[in-house]
Nanobody
Framework: QAEVEESGGGSVQAGGSLRLSCTAS???????????MAWFRRRPNREREGVGA?????????VYGDFVEGRFSISQGVEKDTIYLQMNALAPGDSAIYYC?????????????????????WGQGTQVTVSS
């Protein structure tokens, strides 16, 4: 079975930074490499929303939700199935559980990277708390 695992959550004061990591493990279980990897978040009493995503094939570049406004960036690790979410200028409104997701079956369409149904595997989530 393929797995997705996040790490790096925690508590920070407003204006601070955090970096989340996510690794998708699929090769050893026969799933191959993920095609897309993404970050979502679920704030209290809100639907899960897309933070940003990255196509892991040639020419891929990160895309972001409108609310990011240049504060967050997604990058790919040396280990190709690892991505990072660098979050700067955090605000209390960014407090949420952050989830990493991976598309192992090629279902995600770039124009709808935020569509949760395209992602086949999800991590357990990591809590980010920003205090004022």
């Amino acid at each position: 079975q393929a797995e997705v695992e996040e790490s790096g959550g925690g508590s920070v004061q407003a204006g601070g930074s955090l970096r989340l990591s996510c690794t998708a493990s699929g090769i050893d279980s026969g799933y191959g490499r993920p095609k897309w990897m993404a970050w979502f978040r679920r704030r209290p009493n809100r639907e899960r929303e897309g933070v940003g995503a990255l196509f892991l094939g040639p020419g891929g570049y990160p895309v972001y939700g409108d609310f990011v406004e240049g504060r967050f960036s997604i990058s790919q690790g040396v280990e190709k199935d690892t991505i990072y979410l660098q979050m700067n200028a955090l605000a209390p409104g960014d407090s949420a559980i952050y989830y990493c997701a991976a598309d192992f079956f090629g279902r995600v369409r770039g124009g709808r990277w935020y569509d949760r149904s395209g992602y086949s595997h999800w991590g357990q989530g990591t809590q980010v708390t920003v205090s004022s």
